[in-house]
């Protein structure tokens, strides 16, 4: 694209202060951005001041497969799970494209330490806990891990200095996740340096779309792999490939399950797996009205008490089908470096302007089903989102240290 044409679309948009300065810009600089320009996603920056469009649809509780149910059959649900690690059936999906801008950090969040006597970052935390199932099943799960354009690098010179923590490199493979443009809060882009706009990674609900752009569905199919796992970076506890949650699956012959856990109480900052209209559907907890929240069943449980973690099992089949699926995009206010029309690097301590995210909670929503997969949240989960308080390093230490993992 020249700058003529970038001129254009960008007048046709507003946005024409992009080019502010072009002309003092050095070649490379002129050619980055006139190639950020021609691959900026108008549609989603259009959604800027619009009211979210909530799909109407009637929400209705799902209840979970308890621990007490799951304790019943976990042989079985093992067995079938085992058979099908063998046969080369499932492969894992580590999200770590996020920028994990709560825990203040200056490198990829995997590389935060846990350990307290020794090195243990949570990379090498979720790779031991992959390994507790390839050792029993005697296979290797194939791991994507996704990354961003700003820790991709860093996230692969990590591993190969880690020697992949022991796990077999072959079955590792990066996939870099895209990115979206960030405005403020009239909707104008923003630049990031002179010559480069604002990014940052679109949001953990691309993930199949960047996979498939990396050309790593092709391997998935090469590998006979029907399945895969899904997971967060953060959560040091949560079982990867666990191969009583994946023969649960299986077994429902339903394409997904989603691994929960019962809410402390009826306000816990997470999404529940419910019904929208008979379709698997998760509800933020901002949207359950105090009623939702509140109502109980007649034993006295939540209706709606079964959070997510962020560790599913979806079938390939069908991530393929609706890959072609437009996600919503949700719009989040956030805190944005940027440049002033000066030329200053502004670092606001205040959101100034708003980013934009697909969500894998969104892809939940187009499976037919999933089971609801409930696990001890003392032995599961113990995700890693601050440096103190709820959910932060200080609880994950915590819940490692009561599960014997040495720190
Ligand atoms: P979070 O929603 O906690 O976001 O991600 P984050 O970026 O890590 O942290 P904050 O909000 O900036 O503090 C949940 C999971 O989704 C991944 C994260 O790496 C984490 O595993 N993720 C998130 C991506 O892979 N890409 C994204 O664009 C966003």
Redesign the pocket.
């Known amino acids: 694209m020249d700058k003529n044409t970038a001129l254009e679309i960008l007048k046709e948009h507003g946005q024409e202060h992009v080019l502010n300065g072009f002309d003092e810009l050095s070649a490379d600089l002129q050619k980055q951005l006139l190639r950020q320009v021609s691959e900026i996603d108008w549609e989603t920056i259009a959604l800027v001041g619009q009211e979210w469009e909530e799909d109407e649809g009637e929400i209705s509780p799902l209840g979970a497969t308890t621990i007490a149910e799951i304790e019943k059959r976990r042989d079985e649900f093992t067995k079938v799970g085992i058979d099908a690690i063998k046969e080369g059936k499932l492969g894992a999906v580590l ?9 203040g950090l200056d490198k990829p ?1 995997g590389e935060l330490n846990v350990g307290v006597n020794r090195d243990l970052c949570i990379f090498n935390c979720l790779i031991n806990n992959l390994m507790d199932v390839t050792s029993e099943a005697g296979a290797y799960i194939p791991l994507y891990i ?1 990354t ?1 354009e700003k820790n991709n690098d860093e996230t692969i010179r990590f591993f190969e200095e880690k020697n992949y923590f022991g796990y077999p490199k072959e079955y590792v493979k990066f996939f870099v ?1 895209e990115m979206a443009v960030a405005v403020d809060f009239d909707g104008k882009i923003l630049l990031e340096e002179p010559g480069r706009l604002a990014t ?5 609900g691309g ?1 199949f779309s960047s996979l498939h752009k990396a050309g790593l569905v092709e391997d998935i199919r090469k590998r006979g792999v029907e399945w895969l796992n899904i997971f ?3 959560n040091v506890l949560q079982r990867i490939g666990d191969p009583a949650f994946f023969g649960a699956t299986l077994l429902s012959g339903t394409d997904s399950g989603s691994k929960v856990v019962h809410k402390v109480d009826a306000y816990e900052k997470m999404g529940a797996l419910c019904l929208k209209d008979n379709k698997p559907y998760i509800v933020e907890y901002y949207e359950l009205s105090k009623e939702m929240a509140e109502a109980k069943d007649e034993t006295g449980d939540y209706l709606y008490a079964y959070g997510v973690i ?1 560790n599913y099992i979806f079938k390939v089949s069908r991530l393929e089908e609706i890959m072609e699926e437009r996600m919503p995009v949700h719009v989040v206010e956030k805190k944005i470096p940027y440049i002033d029309g000066d030329g200053n690097l502004i670092k606001p301590t205040e959101p100034n302007g708003y980013k934009f ?1 697909t969500l ?1 909670v969104d892809m939940v929503a187009k499976m037919s089903g999933s089971v609801p997969y409930e696990v001890v949240r003392e032995k599961e989960f113990a995700p890693i ?1 601050n440096l103190h308080g709820v959910d932060s390093l200080d609880s994950a230490r915590e819940l490692l240290k009561a599960n014997n993992v040495e720190l």
């Open positions: 999200l770590a494209g996020g920028m994990g801008t709560r825990l969040k996704m961003s996740q940052s990674p679109n949001g953990n993930w967060a970076v953060d962020l995210e894998v989102k």
